[in-house]
């Protein structure tokens, strides 16, 4: 059998860890958003980056192409020219060719950066996406967990209540029979080996002392009285209905009269054809049914009136208990109730032993009827056991 509070214990822990790592979600996410602010900064700075150095690209050319052209006049009329002069413009014009490469090549490494960022601002942004996402399922899971896993552990419960009421019911059984047991050793077992005893005793004293035969007879009778009381007794318990005392109708009776009492619901008792003495098996199956039907129609029907009728014919006994009540939905009820209705399916098992037929006919507003038909065995008629 599962512990429901272990259940409850793991739930607990689920949702612990769950709740982890929706924190860690958070925090990850978090960290993403910055980061994706941080390197939104960043693009735009080397955005700015780009900008000016194609500019100082464009004016370096310009530089460039004036100092090459000043090197080549310079060079053509080296004649006009001091060498001093001579030697400036080359070195004005390789240094500004240095410069220029040297731009270029920064100007390739940071367009390189910013395509690099965009990749990268891409894959946050999908980042974000995802954790949003994952945000939402994990508050999905823990709901889940708040509502139906504890309705679950709840459900369990509900079910090991049952088993467990299953099992008491045994165990009530078990124990009850073991009482029996006991009070059936104690008493009627004992007094009946004292009374095997006293009669063996009187035998010999019938030789040997006839005249105090008499008194001890007289108190055998005592013993045996007394047993037979003890028995009575145990019977008594095992029965404490009238059934077997006054019939079934008879005991019928009175039990609708103290149910009409009661609960103020006006109950017909019809019987048809010739009584006869039942089994007391079949006696108690129709007592039986009958007292749930009527507890049914008291706990849901809402009925005012209830015929009850049983009908002897010579080879089974009919029986219906109609209500004028709220009637239900029969199929959806045994459907839903599925392993619950313990009422109808014990009624209904009950007839099934002995044989016999049960039905319920119910209509929404139109009240309930339950029918069953239970065969008469002709050992059966001879009025019990
Ligand atoms: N006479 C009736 N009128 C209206 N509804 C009924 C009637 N008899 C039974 N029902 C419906 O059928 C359901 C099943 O009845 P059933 O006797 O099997 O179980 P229960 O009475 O709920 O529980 P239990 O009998 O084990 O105490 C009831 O819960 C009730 O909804
Ligand atoms: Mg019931």
Known sequence: MIDVSYLDKIIQKVKQVVEKSKEEIYGLSENARQEYERAKRELE????????????????????????????????NFRLFKEEDIKNAYE??????????????????????REHLQRYLKNLEMTIKRSE????????????????????????????????????????????????AREIHDGPAQSLANIVMRAEYILKLMEVNPSLVKDELLTLMELVRKSLADVRKIIFDLRPMSLDDLGLIPALRRYIEQFTKNYGIFVELTVLGKEYALDSTLAIAIFRIIQ???????????????VV?????????????????????????????????????????????????????????????????????????????
Request: hydrophobic share 35%; net charge positive; glycine share 8%.
């Open 309 to 385: 009728k049983l009908e002897y014919l010579p080879d089974r006994i009919n029986g219906t208990i109609r209500d004028n009540g709220c009637g239900f939905d029969v199929e959806k009820v045994l459907a839903d109730k599925e392993g619950t209705a313990f009422g109808i399916m014990g009624m209904r098992e009950r007839v099934q032993l002995l044989k016999g037929k049960f039905e319920i006919r119910s209509k929404i507003g139109r009240g309930t009827e339950v029918m069953f038909f239970i065969p008469v065995k002709k050992d059966n008629k001879s009025g019990g056991n």
């Open 92 to 113: 004005e014009a390789h240094s500004k060719q240095i410069e220029l490469i040297n731009k270029r090549e920064k100007e390739k490494l940071l367009r390189n950066t």
């Open 292 to 306: 749930e039907s009527l507890n049914n129609v008291r706990k849901y029907a809402g009925a005012t009136e209830v």
């Open 133 to 180: 996402e994952l945000i939402i399922n994990i508050s999905m899971v823990i709901k889940i967990l708040n509502n139906e896993l504890s309705t679950l552990s709840d459900k369990i419960g509900e079910l090991q209540q049952f088993q467990a009421l299953g099992l008491s019911v045994i165990t009530a059984q078990e124990e009850e029979r073991k009482r029996i």
């Open 45 to 76: 700075q080397v955005k700015t980056e780009i900008k000016e150095i194609i500019e100082e690209v464009d004016r370096l050319e310009k530089e460039y192409i004036k100092a090459r052209i000043r090197l080549v006049e310079v060079s053509r």
